[in-house]
């Protein structure tokens, strides 16, 4: 079993920052992507960023084009925790944040599915 908990959401106007945070606990390894999506009210969950690592060095990172260039997905193996740190917010990136974990291998790391472990999500709401 692996539990994860998010942290970081909040209020802040179109253009500012925002660090979430994902704390990892359980049977977490670098067999496991670790990854960051969003849903807005009457939308899917999406893609935002994921990670993969080996022993204390990332291996690879991926974003959706819609934040390219203004998110940054990292890990800190010491914390056992992922963190997304989002500059030049705009009102469209406002939606419930969640954070996954995944067995690398079940498939596409863009997609939901291949995620086993969620967290209970943090609402990020950027304001115009």
């Known amino acids: 079993q692996v539990q994860l908990v998010e942290s970081g959401g909040g209020l802040v106007q179109a253009g500012g920052s925002l660090r979430l945070s994902c704390a990892a606990s359980?049977?977490?390894?670098?067999?496991?992507?670790m990854g960051w999506f969003r849903q807005a009210p009457g939308k899917e969950r999406e893609f935002v960023a994921m990670?993969?690592?080996?022993?204390?060095?990332?291996?690879?990172?991926d974003y959706a084009d819609s934040v390219k260039g203004r998110f940054t997905i990292s890990r800190d193996n010491a914390k056992n925790t992922v963190y997304l740190q989002m500059n030049s917010l705009k009102p469209e990136d406002t939606a419930v944040y969640y954070c996954?974990?995944?067995?690398?291998?079940?498939?596409?790391?863009?997609?939901?599915?291949?995620?086993?472990?969620w967290g209970q999500g943090t609402q990020v709401t950027v304001s115009s």
């Open positions: 996954g974990a995944g067995p690398i291998g079940k498939g596409r790391l863009s997609d939901s599915r291949s995620y086993d472990y």
């Open positions: 359980g049977r977490t390894s670098s067999r496991y992507a």
């Open positions: 990670i993969t690592w080996s022993g204390g060095s990332t291996v690879s990172v």
